[in-house]
């Protein structure tokens, strides 16, 4: 009743409260309340909608039943929808990690540009030319070569 009256409290109370719930869900259930959480992630609905989820999703990292099961790239898209870039760095990463393509690689040198990370742009970048030169994926070699120089130029204008 107190949340009723009270939005910011409701606001803060809300993922606790989802989780309580969702421990008490049967697997039929949850599937189905997975399956509403992704249509509203990909829904034309309110910025402070899609944060709350985002930030329920984040919450829910680290309840020891691992998370909502949601795959990871759509998370990141919701975070980049929501502007909240270093929470898309976070998904993008944990993306890449397990063994997202190319256009992973893109999306994490261009949420650093965003975050304007300089120097963790030019690591990612460098890290990822080397892979790619040990495994012989050579496709996309010569364009992370142009960005490790265009990096390595743009700190040795700054010093």
Request: charged fraction near 20%; include cysteine; glycine fraction near 6%.
């Amino acid at each position: 009743m107190i949340c009723l009256s009270s939005q910011p409290l409701a606001r803060e109370l809300f993922s606790a409260a989802f989780v309580c719930c969702w421990k008490e869900l049967s697997k039929p259930y949850r599937a189905n309340l997975i399956h509403a959480l992704e249509t509203a992630f990909v829904a034309d609905i309110s910025p402070e909608i899609l944060q709350a989820l985002l930030n329920l999703a984040g919450f829910l990292e680290h309840d020891s039943d691992g998370g909502l099961p949601v795959d990871t790239s759509v998370l990141a898209d919701l975070a980049l929808k929501c502007r909240a870039y270093a929470k898309a760095l976070h998904y993008k990463e944990r993306e890449h990690r397990m063994g997202g393509g190319s256009s992973c690689v893109e999306a994490l040198i261009s949420i650093n540009r965003k975050l304007d990370l300089q120097g963790r742009k030019f690591f990612v970048t460098f890290y990822l030319f080397v892979y790619l030169m040990i495994h012989e994926r050579l496709t996309l070699a010569p364009f992370l070569y142009r960005i490790c120089i265009g990096c390595i130029e743009s700190r040795n204008n700054e010093a």
